[in-house]
């Protein structure tokens, strides 16, 4: 069964950007923007890229290498929202001051 994993204290994050994380086998992308802590994959599934070195404004991020936009609360591409294309996202909470993401089995 699928846990909630710890990845970084609330201030480790500052608004508006991202980090990424070992979770699980995998890397994550957290986001913290308007108070609300969202992730998804770390990896742009066009090139590689990091997401969490992306630039962050309103609800996305823009890949640094090639400015793919994804929507940091659902992985959609937003450069093409009819598209299949999307980045995996994760449900997120905070506990005290300790942000924990959850990765499916």
Not at 39 to 68: F, K, R, Y
Not at 78 to 94: A, G, H, I, Q
């Amino acid at each position: 069964m699928a846990e909630f994993q710890a990845v970084a204290r609330t201030d480790e994050i500052p608004e508006g950007e991202g980090r990424a994380f070992a979770v699980s086998g995998r890397m994550v992308a957290v986001f913290f923007k308007d108070g609300t802590y969202h992730a998804i994959n770390d990896s742009c599934p066009h090139m590689g890229a990091s997401l969490a070195t992306g630039w962050v404004e309103d609800n996305q991020v823009t890949c640094p290498w090639h400015a793919w936009r994804f929507c940091i609360s659902d992985g959609t591409w937003l450069d093409n929202p009819e598209s299949d294309l999307k980045t995996d996202c994760y449900e997120v909470r905070v506990v005290e001051d300790e942000i924990q993401v959850l990765i499916p089995e």
